[in-house]
């Protein structure tokens, strides 16, 4: 494996370690060893042709994508918080809408049409879409209800990634970073830094809903709201 192909994957790696300082790494023999909750991990890096990486782990082959999921991220374990937390919320009713991109319109159910965005990935850019309408029309319901509908997906492994819904209206906190470490520490999820939450988000484990984000650009001004994004 190339250094700077190896440099890549160990960064995003050790972004789950609870000290990057800490860690060993033998780029000879792909080996990594951190600590992470206080426990050591060790786990190598092989390369088995172009573009496909595989982690060993505890005597196991794992995608390197499976490995960041389901060893280090634990996102069977966030799917599970986020389908039971909100349980009291009023049903969602959906509704039409209008998805624009470019200078194509496509008409549909709000929530199909968000899902489907969702999971046409751009392989090579980011991608945003920004949900709009009028005040109480639903568009934090319908964040919430697809977040839950996506996890449940994710447990009956129908779908590779999570929609996580995170809500900025009323806060205190409104710097994007400190409200995905609020709600990290809301769900009780251990072990999950802001640098992994950017780690499973660039390899598309993730994808990110930002509630209020018109809070967010009041806040802090457009240019730094929308600047804040770049990071993701």
């Keep these: 494996m190339k250094q700077s192909i190896f440099n890549t994957y160990k960064d995003e790696i050790l ?9 060993c790494v033998v780029p000879q023999t792909g080996e990594i060893q951190f600590c992470r909750n206080e426990e050591i991990l060790t786990c190598y890096l092989r390369e088995k042709g172009p573009g ?17 999921a389901e060893v280090l991220g634990k996102l069977d374990i966030l799917a599970k918080k986020i389908t039971t937390r909100d349980k009291e919320e009023e049903i969602y009713v959906d509704t039409a809408a209008n998805l624009l991109s470019g200078s ?10 968000l ?3 969702c999971i046409n990935e751009s392989v090579y850019t980011t991608k945003i879409c920004f949900v709009t309408a009028d005040a109480g029309h639903g568009k934090t319901m319908l964040l919430k209800t697809l977040e839950r509908k996506m996890a449940s997906e994710y447990l009956l492994k129908k779908t590779p990634f999570l929609f996580w819904h995170i809500d900025l209206h009323g806060r205190d906190l409104v710097r994007l970073n400190e409200a995905i470490m609020y709600d990290l520490g809301e769900l009780r999820m251990s072990g999950l830094y802001y640098n992994s939450i950017l780690t499973l988000i660039r390899n598309g484990l993730i994808v990110l809903a930002i509630d209020g984000f018109d809070e967010l650009a009041a806040e802090t001004g457009g240019d730094v709201a929308l600047g ?4 993701l």
């Design 15 to 23: 972004s789950f370690a609870d000290d990057m300082d800490d860690a």
């Design 115 to 117: 899902r489907a965005e």
């Design 52 to 68: 496909n990486v595989i982690v060993e782990y505890e005597k196991k082959e794992y995608p390197y994508k499976s490995f960041l």
């Design 104 to 113: 194509q319109s496509k008409e549909g159910r709000a929530l199909e049409l």
């Design 228 to 231: 804040s994004l770049t990071s």
